[in-house]
């Protein structure tokens, strides 16, 4: 069965840092494409990055581009978000998902969220 | 990057009637469009890949059409477990944006 469950949330004051972490089970995340979403409370959903399933590539929102840095350890199946300079408005529940293929669009599978508050 | 604008952003029905909701792509993505369901609390649940496919295990109530630019979800006769908020999602390229949401409630 697949699983994914994000952990490393919590409160952080504006400008500081945060490392999300979603360990996965079930599959291997080295060979799906995998991404965070983010939703802030009350809002909609929120693509923030992705890496590439097979290759290195990875990829952001405008938004976190040059804060956020995605990464994988495929020792431990698990993906991460490096998070820096965070702003008010980066509160938000955070998704990570599993895209279906590289073939096939869409996640198929999420994990429960792990809620980021950035305040003082 | 490409936006999604979806409408309405809530609407009202009864169990048993015919919802149809739309998402407009700003640029066209042929048929890279999914749609979710998401309840109150919880993850999102994946409906519809391809714009029309449906995923395994989920209901034929639910039904996906169309390609370019415009894309409709429909629900035919809505369920109590239905009510909920939907979301489109593109896959053409990167980002990845999400429509704004719908959110169906109970009349």
């Known amino acids: 069965e697949v699983q994914l469950s994000e952990s490393g949330g919590g409160l952080v004051q504006p400008g500081g840092s945060l490392r999300l972490s979603c360990a996965a089970s079930?599959?291997?995340?080295?060979?799906?494409?995998m991404s965070w979403v983010r939703q802030a409370p009350g809002k909609g959903l929120e693509w923030v990055s992705a890496?590439?399933?097979?290759?290195?590539?990875?990829y952001y929102a405008d938004s976190v581009r040059g804060r956020f840095t995605i990464s994988r350890d495929t020792s431990n199946n698990t993906l991460y978000l490096h998070m820096n300079s965070l702003r008010a408005e980066d509160t938000a529940v955070y998704y990570c998902?599993?895209?279906?293929?590289?073939?096939?669009?869409?996640?198929?599978?999420w994990g429960q969220g792990t809620l980021v508050t950035v305040s003082s | 990057a490409i936006q999604l604008t979806q409408s309405p952003s809530s609407l009202s029905a009864s169990v048993g009637d015919r919802v149809t909701i739309t998402c407009r792509a700003s640029?066209?993505?042929?048929?890279?469009l999914v749609w979710y369901q998401q309840k109150s609390g919880k993850a999102p649940k994946f409906l519809i890949y391809?714009?029309?496919s449906l995923e395994s295990g989920v209901p034929s109530r639910f039904s996906g059409s169309g390609s370019g630019t415009d894309f409709t979800l429909t629900i035919t006769s809505l369920q109590p477990e239905d009510f909920a908020t939907y979301f489109c999602?593109?896959?053409?390229?990167?980002?990845?944006?999400f429509g704004g949401g719908t959110k169906v409630q109970i009349k």
């Open positions: 079930g599959f291997a995340i080295s060979s799906y494409a």
């Open positions: 640029h066209d993505i042929s048929t890279t």
């Open positions: 998902a599993k895209r279906v293929s590289v073939l096939r669009s869409g996640f198929d599978s």
């Open positions: 391809d714009a029309s």
């Open positions: 890496i590439g399933g097979s290759g290195p590539g990875t």
């Open positions: 999602q593109h896959f053409y390229d990167y980002p990845l944006t």
